[in-house]
């Protein structure tokens, strides 16, 4: 999972090697925080937060899969 | 503005018209005209008599691949993406009219793929546009479906748009399709188009916006008519 969220968010940003993930783990859910690089936030947000909101909804469909719950917090 | 790749697929070139500019450009990628795209990146202008003010035209050509390299990218981006999601699948990619459409078939759980109302696949899209777009430095247009479902959706929602434009029509009021995101609106707007009874237009912010369908003669002017407004 944390993997899925590395691979999309290096994919978009001009800044590969900044990126960082990672991952905390709760009682049921499991938090994914991102980090990019200064001037790479607004590629993982996109417009109105679709991009944000993609990465989400496809996190969700894959911790679904594993019966589990995920969140992704982006970070400043 | 020397290109540095072994193999040259773009240059940026001058010339005192954005014509000669493409020339030469044509001539340092051993291209034809009809092997490349232009983007004119400075239109030139030839200033005042000839004499003050003049720039030089600046094009981009870049050659065309016939798709394959995007082809390649597209396919090689999702199949990782689906197998970190761990959903083995096949993607296939075909080009038409500049559009790649791409086809994945998965082992039995094409409905995890496709989301309620479509919404995951409608963030797979997002994001494989996105990556594969920045990946390749340029705007990639591509669709993506799932086990045959854009077909069948677009089935469903033509005949929803028929159905309710028979009901606008026999009641005179208007009504509004449920929030779809772009592509399916279009659908609606497309379905009705050449229907002269009713008119759409879209209303509501954001991308899930409403297709309203409404009757094309008001029975009166009652300043509803300019509510919303076009996409």
């Given at each position: 999972m944390k993997e899925l969220v590395e691979y999309i968010a290096k994919a978009l940003v001009d800044n590969p090697d900044m990126v960082q993930v990672r991952e905390v783990e709760g009682e049921k859910t499991t938090v994914y925080e991102l980090r990019v690089g200064p001037g790479d936030l607004g590629k993982v947000i996109g417009k109105r937060g679709r991009t944000a909101r993609s990465i989400r909804t496809l996190l969700n469909a894959a911790a679904t899969k594993a019966g589990k719950r995920a969140v992704l917090e982006i970070l400043e | 503005?020397?290109?540095?790749?072994?193999?040259?697929?773009?240059?940026?070139?001058?010339?005192?018209?954005?014509?000669?500019?493409?020339?030469?450009?044509?001539?340092?990628?051993?291209?034809?005209?009809?092997?490349?795209?232009?983007?004119?990146?400075?239109?030139?202008?030839?200033?005042?008599?000839?004499?003050?003010?003049?720039?030089?035209?600046?094009?981009l050509v870049r050659k065309r691949d016939g798709g394959q390299a995007t082809k390649a990218k597209i396919e090689e981006m999702l199949s990782n993406l689906l197998k970190l999601m761990e959903i083995s699948a096949q993607v296939s990619v075909d080009v038409k009219d500049d559009i790649h459409l791409v086809r994945i078939d998965t082992a039995g759980v094409d409905g995890l793929l496709i989301g309620k109302k479509g919404q995951n696949l409608e963030a797979l899209e997002h994001l494989a546009r996105r990556m594969v777009g920045k990946q390749?430095?340029?705007?990639?247009?591509?669709?993506?479906?799932?086990?045959?479902?854009?077909?069948?959706?677009?089935?469903?929602?033509?005949?929803?748009?028929?159905?309710?434009?028979?009901?606008?029509?026999?009641?005179?009021?208007?009504?509004?399709?449920?929030?779809?995101?772009?592509?399916?609106?279009?659908?609606?707007?497309?379905?009705?188009?050449?229907?002269?009874?009713?008119?759409?237009?879209?209303?509501?912010?954001?991308?899930?916006?409403?297709?309203?369908?409404?009757?094309?003669?008001?029975?009166?002017?009652?300043?509803?008519?300019?509510?919303?407004?076009?996409?």
């Open positions: - | 503005m020397e290109n540095h790749l072994t193999e040259s697929h773009e240059v940026v070139n001058e010339g005192r018209t954005v014509e000669e500019a493409i020339e030469s450009a044509l001539a340092r990628l051993g291209a034809t005209r009809d092997e490349v795209e232009v983007e004119v990146l400075e239109e030139g202008s030839k200033g005042v008599l000839g004499l003050v003010g003049a720039k030089q035209a600046r094009v390749l430095k340029r705007s990639v247009r591509l669709q993506i479906d799932v086990g045959g479902y854009r077909e069948r959706r677009t089935n469903a929602l033509k005949n929803k748009a028929l159905s309710m434009a028979a009901k606008v029509k026999a009641s005179n009021k208007e009504m509004q399709v449920e929030p779809l995101p772009a592509s399916e609106r279009r659908i609606i707007h497309l379905a009705l188009a050449n229907d002269p009874q009713v008119r759409t237009y879209t209303v509501g912010d954001g991308d899930l916006k409403s297709v309203v369908i409404a009757p094309q003669r008001r029975s009166r002017s009652n300043g509803e008519a300019r509510k919303g407004s076009g996409e």
